[in-house]
């Protein structure tokens, strides 16, 4: 029988751990129903990692990010599960620790970045403003670690740069720029909530270098939040994919482009067009859309769109078990109840 | 507190693939755009006060009766009359007269006040200081009361708090000014009697003396205005606090009130800097109907009492005196709404 | 297979029916006048200026006395006294039928010097923003010269040159603010004339009149009435003050603003002259600006409130 995820990732060695996530509901109250935008999501994240977030809009992957660093709107609450970062308990942390930690052992870089910076602050001014709240120093000895985070992330006369507006750069500038701020403070966790989403194709890619190369230097674990697949296969080291809310599948990144087990992955990844499919074919998509997740909770929320569905699917939830060593599925089917057979699974390998 | 981290020293800079991009603007060059934009809106100034002179002038000239007759009284003689006519220039024709006025106002030359025996200029000038007393420190009020109380309703949207806050504003907004007036004098002269409804006070009686005289039209002059700004933040600052950067602010650690105070109070600046603009330069209004109740002797009381005796010059010379306050007022919040959004220069040109 | 309902079913409730009872409660919310009459706030605005309105054209059948029926014997009557609901003013009228008849004249002036401004500075506006260039200029320059007054010294000046009297008040308070409504729809028609979709339908072939009446008029129509019920409101007490400075309505003729300017002169004797009549300026300004205020919010749904 396949072990549940949670007595697995008890098990697992924490020396490099930073990050670890149990079971998490995340609800936003709306005057029309709680949506119930994470519900029942574990993972964990070791020190220069990567985990990948894959899903599509509204799967609650930057949710999931937000409520990590504690940074839902007003109507969006923690309802119960464990966020441990680095030793500290996220769900229950003072607001000082909270403050202390974000911008300094915890960063977030945003996917829009021309809107992610103050408008009316020039960047240098933005930099120095963080720097100097984590590590106190003079003006000046800060604006020297402003100019050296430029000239990091690859920006051309940083000095003169610290005197722009954000309005005057450029999109990809504009991201390195906020990937300057981000490890300022030398983090020991990066959230990456679509980094490259509003960038152009060639900006994209020298981003995704940049935080590789980044990584690399400062031993940091990113969690990357994407709906693309080519992304997750260049920066993840496990990939954990979202729907609805909840995790259908949570594998290294090797194995699940290799021995995909979730009909969801199955949709997901045949939606890719591949160069072997020669311009003839219609992109495939999953028919169907998402729930409206005030609605969802009593069952698997992919039922009906899934091929595979079974009566069981429409009365229980699927928790997340680990069916091949350090791969774990959310599927009735998949858990040993009612297995896919093989001639089903083999036709999506 | 997290150590100083110098470990970047060590690692040698991403090289960058993408060749250096050409900058939408300098820093050179972005300073010297917001100085040719202050100059061009300084400039365009010059054709409004020429309408406002103009438009004065107009104006004055049909209000019915001539000076002449309201100087002499209606016993006098149609030969004085002719002759006072001849010595306010009034014979001659209507565009010589409006030269001539135009010429004497950019020397400063305002006309003669016949109801007070003295030319209008200084006339004006003296009585400006106690409306300004009452006006500014009417305003500071507002400010300092109306703009926390707007941003407090807006962190705090939806709550009690907010809910209070908005319908007294909104109560505040809705009432007369010389009712709110009347009240006050009701409830804190007659009923109470701890504070006097006129005049202004002498500075010879003390300090107390004065403030005292002060504290019922100040109160009467900040209710209002204090409204609307409250009213104004609240709107500007609910656009602000739910912008992206505001998350990413947070994100990066700052403390709440910085980011509120610091960061999205400066973004959601620009429409309160108007409704500043606007409440300065109709704060002469405000004290118009103020002054009448307190009979505060500043130009509300001049004025009314001008339009009440007929006297052309001096009704002429308030006039155009605010309207040219109001225009370089405008000018001033203009100037300071550029300096402080960066933005509008860039994309706009400096248009209004 | 899977049925293709659209949402996941709940185990205990039937899917389509949740589904269909959630969808019909969106389309409902979002029908405008169940907007407008679910914003608490713009239905109260809109029950006190129906009262008030209804005060003014029924005055005749609510006012049980004769406004100008002067008694002297029974001068400054404290509310409640002797069949005097809000008590007499200085000349021993009845308070609250000159209150009833006041807010006739009041909430008359005011919505009738707004269509004055309104139309004309619609005019103006539109004739602005369509030919631009100098005629644009000459019209917003004399606009901008006008609003450098303020309104009221401008009001002032202009009840000093047309005399006093009902209809010049209206008149004053027009012009005074022909330049708001000259300024929004020029606003506007520059908008529109830049928009995509109007250079689109150029390139289409549509004639210009077309293009101003459907694009122009659609999307300046809601600025202007919010900005029209919001300007009722100032113009009631425009004409307040004027009243109250002697140059509006004159008695005997009864308005807000000059029962107010009565209650002045005798605030330690009767201050209940002052106090209600201004009351009733509060309420019906109070009432418009609700009103206003969620017109907007109907009209305008991008602002948040």
């Known amino acids: ?175 390195r720029v906020m990937i300057a701020m981000a490890v300022s403070c030398h983090p020991k966790f990066v959230i990456a909530d679509e980094p490259t989403t509003a960038l152009d194709v060639t900006v994209q890619a020298q981003v995704l270098e940049l935080l590789k190369d980044l990584q690399q230097q400062l031993d940091t674990a990113i969690l990357l939040i994407t709906h693309n697949l080519g992304i997750i296969w260049q920066m993840a080291d496990t990939v954990m994919v979202m729907y609805a809310g909840r995790t259908c599948e949570y594998a290294p990144m090797e194995d699940l482009y290799a021995r995909p087990l979730h009909p969801y992955t199955w949709g997901l990844l045949d939606s890719m067009p591949k160069l072997s499919d020669a311009g003839k074919t219609d992109l495939k998509t999953i028919p169907g859309v998402p729930p409206d997740l005030r609605l969802t909770g009593a069952c698997c929320n992919f039922y009906n769109r899934c091929p595979y569905a079974t009566e069981h699917c429409r009365t229980e939830v699927p928790k997340l078990k680990e069916i091949l060593p350090g791969h774990f599925v959310a599927c009735h089917r998949q858990n040993g109840v009612n297995k896919l057979t093989r001639g089903e699974v083999n036709a999506h390998e | 507190m997290h150590p100083s981290c110098s470990w970047h020293h060590h690692f040698p800079a991403v090289p960058r693939a993408e060749p250096a991009p050409k900058a939408v603007f300098s820093y050179r060059e972005g300073d010297s755009q917001v100085l040719k934009t202050i100059l061009k809106r300084i400039l365009q100034i010059i054709p409004v006060l020429f309408v406002v002179v103009t438009i004065t002038f107009v104006l004055t000239r049909l209000i019915p009766g001539d000076p002449a007759t309201v100087m002499l009284g209606p016993q006098a003689s149609p030969d004085a009359i002719a002759q006072m006519k001849e010595r306010l220039g009034l014979d001659k024709p209507m565009w010589e007269q409006y030269v001539n006025y135009l010429l004497g106002v950019l020397q400063g030359d305002f006309g003669y ?222 100037i300071a709404y550029m300096l402080i959004n960066p933005r509008v220069n860039y994309e706009s040109g400096g248009q209004s | 297979m899977a049925d293709k309902n659209t949402q996941a079913p709940s185990a205990d409730t039937l899917s389509e029916a949740s589904t269909l009872e959630m969808l019909k409660r969106e389309r409902r919310a979002n029908n405008a006048w169940h907007k407008l009459s679910r914003n608490k706030t713009a239905v109260i605005g809109l029950v006190i200026v129906v009262i008030m309105v209804i005060l003014a054209v029924f005055a005749t059948f609510i006012a049980p006395q004769d406004p100008n029926a002067i008694d002297i014997a029974h001068t400054y009557l404290k509310p409640g006294a002797a069949g005097h609901i809000f008590g007499t003013d200085s000349y021993g009228r009845d308070l609250f039928s000159r209150i009833v008849y006041g807010a006739r004249i009041s909430i008359f002036v005011a919505i009738g010097g707004t269509i004055v401004g309104a139309v004309i500075g619609v005019l103006l506006g539109l004739v602005a923003g369509f030919f631009g260039g100098i005629v644009d200029s000459i019209i917003m320059r004399i606009m901008d010269g006008m609003m450098a007054f303020p309104f009221i010294l401008l009001a002032l000046i202009l009840m000093t040159i047309l005399g006093t009297g009902t209809l010049n008040v209206i008149l004053a308070i027009g012009i005074a603010n022909v330049p708001n409504f000259a300024r929004i729809v020029r606003g506007q028609v520059h908008v529109v004339k830049n928009e995509e979709y109007c250079n689109a339908e150029r390139v289409l072939g549509a004639s210009n009149a077309r293009i101003v009446f459907r694009h122009i008029f659609a999307n300046a129509l809601s600025p202007i009435i919010v900005y029209f019920t919001l300007n009722i409101a100032s113009a009631i007490i425009s004409e307040a003050a004027l009243s109250f400075l002697g140059l509006g309505i004159t008695p005997p003729t009864a308005s807000w603003g000059n029962i107010l300017s009565d209650g002045k002169n005798s605030l330690q004797l009767a201050p209940h002259i002052a106090t209600i009549s201004g009351i009733f300026i509060l309420l019906t300004v109070l009432g418009f600006n609700l009103l206003g205020d969620g017109i907007r919010d109907v009209l305008d749904p991008k602002q948040k409130r």
């Open chain 1, 1 to 175: 029988m396949a072990q549940d995820a949670q007595e697995v990732l008890e098990k697992t060695p924490e020396s490099g751990r930073i990050l670890t996530v149990h079971d998490l509901h995340t609800y936003f109250h709306t005057a029309s129903g709680i949506a119930k935008a994470v519900d029942g999501v574990s993972f964990t994240l070791d020190r220069g990692k990567t985990l990948g977030i894959v899903g599509e809009s509204g799967s609650g992957k930057s949710v999931t990010a937000a409520s990590v660093m504690r940074l839902l709107p007003k109507n969006g609450r923690i309802e119960s599960g464990e966020i441990i970062f680095d030793d500290n308990d996220m769900v229950t942390i003072e607001k000082d620790k909270l403050l202390d930690l974000r911008g300094n052992d915890m960063a977030m870089i945003f996917q829009d970045p021309m809107t992610a910076l103050d408008p009316v602050f020039k960047i240098g001014s933005q930099m120095i403003e963080q720097i100097r709240i984590h590590d106190h120093m003079s003006k000046a000895e800060a604006r020297e670690r402003s100019i050296e985070m430029l000239k990091l992330v690859g920006i051309p006369n940083p000095e003169s740069r610290l005197n722009s507006y954000p309005y005057e750069l450029s999109g990809g500038m504009c991201q």
């Open chain 2, 113 to 334: 006040a016949y109801s007070y025996s003295g030319p209008v200029l200084p006339i004006i000038l003296d009585r400006l200081p106690a409306t300004l007393m009452i006006t500014i420190t009417g305003l500071v009020i507002a400010i300092l009361i109306g703009i926390p109380i707007g941003v407090e309703s807006a962190v705090k949207q939806n709550t009690a708090f907010d809910y209070v806050f908005m319908v007294l504003a909104l109560v505040g907004v809705s009432m007369p000014i010389f009712w709110l007036g009347l009240m006050l004098v009701l409830f804190f002269s007659v009923q109470l009697g701890w504070l006097p409804a006129m005049g202004m006070g002498s500075a010879a009686k003390g300090a107390w003396d004065v403030i005292s005289h002060m504290i019922l039209p100040c109160s009467c002059l900040a209710t209002i205005p204090g409204a609307t700004f409250a009213r104004i933040t609240r709107s500007s600052m609910l656009e602000t606090i739910n912008a992206d950067y505001v998350k990413a602010l947070r994100a990066r650690g700052l403390t709440e009130s910085v980011v509120i105070w610091k960061h999205a109070f400066k973004n959601a600046l620009p429409p309160i800097l108007t409704v500043l603009g606007l409440q300065l330069a109709s704060a002469f209004a405000g004290a118009i109907l103020t002054e009448t109740i307190f009979s505060w002797p500043g130009l509300g009381t001049l004025i009314v009492n001008a339009v009440n005796s007929r006297d052309y010059a001096l009704i002429q010379g308030i006039v155009l005196f605010s309207a040219v306050i109001f225009v370089f007022v405008n000018l001033v919040v203009d």
